[in-house]
């Protein structure tokens, strides 16, 4: 194993810790969290309110070291409120522009399908080309921007679905449940005392593990890990299994297969290991590829579940030795 991939892997142990300060019971979560962010990619985090999805997302920005911004998406609101807008300044007789909270490092698009189609489709071309542009000129955002959006699985009303060019763009769908009891419990005894979760943030109580700027660091240290061409195979055979199965109407595209790749790899650093194993790529293929298909309207009258047609079509595709 190299050096670089020993750093990484200790830096992926420090955030763990780090983060499970102030995220009680999460660690799945955690984990999927670390790996959209080390591959450079997106995520779209489920979970019912006051199940700490911000709170997560700002205590990653702390522990790594990185700008964090929020946009609490509402039905009013437009495309020039995430990117900005260029506006005449008086004083001194030109147009300036006026950035918008879209220039940071971890964006909390918060609640993102309260707002129209129109409105989401600003974060289209900054989450593919990491660029935005405004009155016909392109600006650049940092190299570890990283979009974090939030919905909530049960209230529908008043919402937007998201458009299937959106979610293919969101590197994995990240569930975050309530967590067990122990868990929950551990929460009510802090709340009661000095150290509670957004306290202790506040306070200051998580160390960064690194610089914003060492980032890069962790992407060039997954080029490392060892993929197998049987394992490549075997990614690639589960995402056009995808596109066949009979319960499934529209499947993965290759992007998918790209995603499932990466997740992977960051999967095996996390298991502090510098080689892909099948379990690896089980273990990604539900979060890549949930919000990703779109089950036939007779499976869903059924109840039959996207975690179910997923199993079956991971049961489908041989295992490599």
Aim: overall charge negative; proline content about 5%; some cysteine.
């Amino acid at each position: 194993m190299t050096s670089d991939l020993d750093r990484l892997i200790g830096i992926f142990k420090q955030a763990r810790q780090e983060v499970a300060k102030i995220i009680i019971g999460q660690t799945e979560v955690i984990d999927q969290a670390l790996i959209v962010i080390a591959t450079r990619s997106h995520a779209l985090i489920e979970g019912v309110p006051g199940i700490a999805k911000t709170l997560l997302v700002r205590t990653l920005a702390r522990v790594l070291g990185c700008d964090f911004g929020r946009i609490q998406f509402t039905p009013d609101l437009m495309p020039t409120d995430i990117i900005g807008t260029n506006v005449f300044n008086l004083q001194r007789n030109e147009f300036v522009l006026v950035k918008g909270p879209v220039f940071t490092s971890f964006l909390l698009a918060d609640e993102i399908n309260r707002a129209p189609a129109k409105t989401q489709s600003a974060l289209l071309q900054a989450m593919q080309e990491r660029t935005v542009t405004i009155d016909r000129e392109q600006h650049g955002l940092p190299d570890n921007f990283t979009v974090f959006a939030t919905q909530n699985p049960i209230e529908h009303e008043g919402t937007y679905p998201l458009p299937e060019a959106q979610k293919d763009r969101f590197m994995m769908k990240i569930k975050m449940d309530v967590p067990n009891r122990e868990g929950e419990l551990e929460l009510a005894r802090r709340t009661l005392g000095p150290d509670a979760p957004e306290e202790s943030l506040a306070a200051g109580c998580v160390q960064c593990v690194l610089l914003e700027s060492d980032l890069a660091t962790i992407w060039e240290g997954l080029q490392g890990v060892t993929m197998r061409e049987q394992l490549l195979n075997y990614v690639v055979d589960i995402v056009r299994a995808s596109r066949q199965h009979e319960s499934v109407l529209v499947g993965a595209g290759p992007r998918a297969t790209q995603s499932l790749l990466q997740a992977s790899r960051a999967c095996a650093v996390l298991a502090g290991r510098d080689f892909v194993t099948p379990d690896d790529v089980k273990a990604m293929v539900l979060p890549v590829l949930s919000h990703r298909l779109i089950l036939r309207p007779e499976y869903e009258i059924e109840g039959i579940s996207i975690e179910e047609v997923i199993d079956r079509i991971v049961q489908g595709v041989e295992v490599p030795r």
